[in-house]
Each structure stands twice: as structure tokens, then as C-alpha cells.
């Protein structure tokens, strides 16, 4: 029998790259600036247009100080994220 994970929460992640970005008072511009990504990519993201890929997430990531794992966390909202075992 296969068991599917959750559907991740693709909504609260956006919603937290759009509440990470307001709590330092930024513009779409400053975190463009910061992260090396287009503030199109910026807004496509937090409007719900998109994605985006790793490598974006991890710019985003380093451009908010904040570690990869905490910001994906968000996906797993509503759900208990997979653990880890003893392999």
C-alpha cells in the first residue's frame, strides 16, 4: 500500500516570505536587492503566480537571514512534517 505525504501549504509559504519581508520594512525592491532576484519574481511569488525554485528560495532565504528548513516548515502547516529515523 502507498501511503501520499499532505499536500504541502504552498499559500502559508508565500504568506511567510510576504510577513518575513514586512516585519523588516521592506519593499519588493530592497529584497530584490538583497536576494539578486527580479522584484517581478518577488511580487509573482507572493501573489500566488508561482512557485519558484530552490535556488530562489534559497536566495530568499539568505537575503532574510533566515535558515531554509525554518521558512519550508511553512509547507507543512496543517499537518505533522515527516520525522526523522534512525537510518
Do not use: K
Not at 511580487?43 to 525554518?70: K, V
Request: net charge negative; charged share 25%; with cysteine.
Amino acid at each position: 500500500m502507498t501511503i501520499f505525504p499532505p499536500d504541502p501549504d504552498f499559500d502559508a509559504l508565500r504568506l511567510e516570505l510576504a510577513r518575513l519581508r514586512a516585519v523588516r520594512g521592506w519593499t519588493y525592491d530592497e529584497l530584490a536587492a538583497r536576494s539578486g532576484l527580479a522584484r517581478r519574481t518577488l511580487i509573482e511569488i507572493e501573489q500566488g503566480r508561482t512557485i519558484g525554485t530552490l535556488n530562489t528560495w534559497h536566495a530568499l532565504a539568505h537575503a532574510l537571514s533566515t535558515p531554509l528548513d525554518e521558512l519550508f516548515g511553512a509547507l507543512c502547516r496543517g499537518h505533522e512534517p515527516p520525522q526523522r529515523t534512525g537510518d
